[in-house]
């Protein structure tokens, strides 16, 4: 027989990758057992934009994490992201039952911050509790036990456009996956980059992908606000395919190999060896001038993250600076860059908090799959949570089971 676990998977449909990181849930945590990883196409700006190559791409990675886990995958926590996600803040409130808050009163008065006119094309994807007010006093983190008459529930809700969430739900769907929950892509990696300290004393987390670049901003433990930018890599990959005169493919392996964000750290006799399309002789080229075409980029995405921040009256609270991540935060010199740009304290951001292969995921690139992992679990219903066993005979057992269920 198979060892048998409690099994949790992690989907991150990106634009550039999609990515599938399969965990088991132990006593001490969660250990990565299977990480399956496939080149997306069907995706623009984190946007579902052809199903058929987003099955492809999905069931391509699914494969490749259930060959390594050895674990049929049934169901996943799936990321969401795109410039159609927007946010809000809103207030709930309530009269407090028998005079004393019970978990009744807390979720009665987070539905009624529900209650925001939102158009009839989008749906909400969280409504995150940012603090509570019982009658007069503020900044309650857990109000349940206190005495008051009035409950008012601070909390910041997200929505989506219903048209993409149902997009990228239906190419899930197409793969045989069931849907455990669909999690804003950014809230997921906090939960892998981000430390307890840094949500309290406040600290902005920019994951800057191949199409998008999502900002969270945490500060006295809560989320207070997120955006999406429809900038992200793919721009950079762009500009020095055109700037050096070289094809896409090339211009991306360029970026990932000689790439530097901040050019005061290239050597200035350094020179890399630059294909060129047309059948003609590759070329040498000064590194100096690549880093001249991806800093301005970098310098823009960050400004334009920067004035996200500003806007949202957040800029004031990031006491414990700013995290980067995602695929471009591979970048060399993002840090110095960021914090030229911020003056502030910049850091990469890597998953932690995770055993087993965690040596595998220890990248920024695999921040939002092993978040999705971390955020699943801790709002995860342990009664309906499969347990696998990672055998023949195991599996054949649980698909009895589940035939079983359907039909009676």
Not at 337 to 351: A, H, K
Request: with cysteine; proline share 4%.
């Amino acid at each position: 027989m198979g060892k048998k676990g409690n099994v949790i998977v992690g989907l991150d449909i990106g634009t550039t990758k999609t990515c599938v990181i399969v965990g088991e849930l132990t006593d001490g945590g969660i250990d990565i057992i299977g990480i399956g990883s496939c080149p997306s196409e069907g995706l623009r700006k984190g946007v579902v934009v052809n199903i058929d190559s987003t099955v492809e791409s999905i069931r391509k990675a699914v494969e490749e994490a259930e060959k390594m886990s050895g674990c049929e995958i049934s169901t996943v926590f799936a990321g969401v992201a795109g410039s159609h996600i927007k946010s809000q803040n809103s207030l709930g409130i309530v009269a407090v039952k028998g005079r004393e808050v019970g978990e009744e009163d807390v979720d009665r008065a987070v539905e009624a911050s529900r209650a925001i006119a939102i158009p009839v094309d989008r749906e909400i994807l969280h409504t995150l509790p940012q603090s509570f007010i019982v009658d007069d006093q503020d900044g309650i983190r857990d109000p349940v036990g206190m005495s008051g008459v009035r409950l008012e529930a601070k909390v910041h809700i997200v929505t989506g456009a219903t048209t993409s969430i149902q997009n990228i739900a239906k190419s899930i769907s197409r793969v045989g996956l069931e849907i455990h929950g669909l999690v804003l892509e950014q809230l997921a990696s906090a939960e892998a980059v981000l430390s307890p300290d840094e949500k309290d004393l406040g600290v902005a987390l920019i994951d800057i992908g191949g199409g998008t670049t999502d900002i969270v901003v945490y500060a006295e433990g809560s989320v207070k606000h997120t955006a999406i930018l429809p900038v992200g890599g793919n721009y950079v990959t762009s500009d020095i395919a055109t700037g050096l005169r070289t094809p896409v493919t090339e211009a991306e392996k360029i970026k990932i190999h000689y790439g530097c964000a901040y050019t005061p750290l290239i050597p200035k006799d350094e020179a890399i060896e630059v294909p060129s399309v047309g059948g003609r002789e590759p070329r040498e080229v000064s590194r100096q001038i690549l880093g001249r075409i991806i800093q301005p980029r970098m310098e823009e995405i960050l400004n334009m993250a920067m004035k996200e921040i500003t806007k949202s009256g957040c800029d004031e609270m990031l006491t414990a600076g700013v995290v980067l991540t995602g695929g471009t935060a591979l970048l060399h010199g993002m840090p110095e860059l960021g914090e030229q740009i911020f003056n502030l304290p910049v850091r990469r951001g890597l998953p932690t908090g995770v055993g087993g292969l965690k040596d595998v995921v220890a990248s920024p690139m695999y921040a939002t799959g092993v978040g999705l992992l971390l955020y699943g679990s801790q709002n995860l219903d342990r009664e309906i949570l499969v347990r696998i066993d990672r055998s023949i005979f195991g599996n054949w057992i649980g698909s009895l089971k589940r035939w079983f269920l359907e039909f009676f």
